[in-house]
């Protein structure tokens, strides 16, 4: 979110997190801007004021991209997520203590499907009291440039601009051969190669049995199903389901947007991560390009599943950088509060 709103030309003055693996990548990536290493359930409320933000400032973003586990389609431990079920009620104080001119949130979209439960509907209510218009959708991020089906809930605000508006989708959006290929500057490399260059291209490793599956997948855009009656390669799980879970072990399709690129992307057990062509998983820089991150973007730690992490959890910069634009103001401050 910091690098979009950045490449719209706004000025993020700091961003909020509780996740330390965070911080190094933010840092390097963002010299100017503070990192602030916080949980927004126990910070206190003018830990802001540190750093020269104001209350009442009408040329103020507040950028709020909560975890969403709790509320994500994708299976998840409930009982491990719950913390982050009304994280959207710490951000409002924040919103009500500060009163910014605009306002942007980001979440999956179960937020608005639980609408009452998530505090959405409170929240809503809370900005038209305080005078706020505007807009919001569960939108598909792919048609904002972004070369993957991604589809988000998101909504912008402002008290000073009763015409904010989401910025109009594009009927259609980029595949991925528009990012990833030997034509995107991607070698071809197996599965396991680990890039010790700044570019890192690198990804996980697969055991015998993986690589025998995914050799028989066929290439561009194949699935599981191609090897389900293979007693030796067929999962208990799946046994008689093929309909089922159709995208895990799956490979990407050139000409297709990517799946929603998550955590796990590196995991080919996870989702439609397998290389369209190649043997493997897709590497952490083809991840975070279709998660429209520039080869630039430097991402630091030598856990390849922290680095995943690091960009599946990312607002696509694209979409971020469409959002800013949709504000409709210049030169104006934010500040970017994930708990």
């Known amino acids: 979110m910091t690098y979009g709103m950045k490449q719209a030309g706004i000025t993020v003055l700091a961003g909020l997190d509780n996740d330390h693996h965070c911080e190094k990548t933010y840092v390097k990536n963002h010299h100017d801007t503070r990192f602030i290493f916080a949980d927004i359930t126990k910070v ?50 924040f919103v009500k203590y500060y009163n910014p001119g605009y306002v942007v949130i980001e979440n999956v979209p179960g937020i608005k499907r639980y609408a009452e439960k998530s505090k959405l509907n409170t929240f809503i209510c809370f900005l038209s009291r305080r005078g706020y218009y505007f807009d919001d959708s569960v939108i598909n991020a792919n048609n904002y440039g972004v070369p993957q089906s991604r589809r988000r809930y998101v909504l912008i605000a402002s008290r000073v601009n009763k015409h904010i508006r989401l910025p109009t989708p594009n009927k259609s959006g980029p595949v991925v051969r528009d990012f990833i290929g030997p034509k995107n500057g991607f070698k071809e490399i197996d599965a396991g190669h680990i890039d010790k260059t700044d570019f890192n291209h690198s990804c996980s ?3 015998e049995i993986n690589l025998k599956r995914l050799y028989l997948t066929p290439k561009n855009g194949g699935t ?32 297709k947007p990517a799946p929603t690129i998550t955590t796990r992307f590196n995991s080919i057990s996870n989702g439609r991560f397998g290389h369209p062509n190649e043997d493997r998983a897709i590497s952490l820089r083809e991840g975070a390009t279709l998660q429209t991150f520039p080869h630039s973007y430097l991402f630091y730690s030598d856990s390849i599943s922290t680095v995943a992490k690091l960009i599946g959890n990312a607002v696509p ?21 994930k708990p």
């Open 317 to 337: 910069p694209e979409l971020a950088r469409r959002l800013a634009l949709a504000l409709q103001v210049q030169n104006v401050t934010s500040t970017e509060h």
């Open 224 to 255: 599981r199903k191609s090897w389900s009656k293979h007693k030796d390669l067929q999962i208990d799980a799946y046994q008689g389901r093929d309909h089922c879970f159709r995208d895990v072990y799956g490979r990407m399709s050139w000409d």
């Open 44 to 93: 206190e409320i003018n830990i802001l004021s540190d750093i020269g933000i104001t209350t009442n400032d009408n040329n103020l973003v507040f950028i709020g991209c909560s975890p969403c586990q709790h509320w994500s389609i994708i299976n998840t431990d409930r009982q491990k997520s719950e913390k982050s079920t009304n994280l959207l009620t710490y951000f409002q104080k």
């Open 205 to 207: 490793g697969l055991n």
